[in-house]
Nanobody, 121 residues
Framework: QVEFVESGGGLVQSGESLRLSCEAS????????MAWYRQVPGKQREFVAV???????NYDESVKGRFTISGDYTASTVALQMNNLKPDDTAVYYC???????????????WGKGTLVAVSS
């Protein structure tokens, strides 16, 4: 079993920045993708950004140019730098890691518990 510790959320004003971090409780054997999603209460969880060990980095159109995903596949950590935050960015942000815990385990998707980002106008 692996757990994730997310940090960096908080309350900021429009235009300010935050950096979210997500660290796994144990090192993965191999990671396919690391991503961030967000969810507003009462709405579906939505995609924010993804980085792939063998593919491109992608962002939702609403955050392109403002957010940057980065990570360390060996350390099993992923971060999200969020600049020029807007009130519409207010949500609970979840990290997502898709990979193999051990060399004989199946590929699974893992979620963090979420960290709240609130942006006031």
């Amino acid at each position: 079993q692996v757990e994730f510790v997310e940090s960096g959320g908080g309350l900021v004003q429009s235009g300010e920045s935050l950096r979210l971090s997500c660290e796994a409780s144990k090192q993965f054997f191999s990671i396919a993708t690391m991503a961030w999603y967000r969810q507003v209460p009462g709405k579906q969880r939505e995609f924010v950004a993804v980085m792939a060990s063998r593919g491109p980095t992608n962002y939702d159109e609403s955050v392109k140019g403002r957010f940057t995903i980065s990570g360390d596949y060996t350390a099993s950590t992923v971060a999200l730098q969020m600049n020029n935050l807007k009130p519409d960015d207010t949500a609970v942000y979840y990290c997502n890691v898709d990979g193999w815990i051990t060399d004989d385990a199946g590929r699974r998707t893992h979620w963090g518990k979420g960290t709240l980002v609130a942006v006031s106008s």
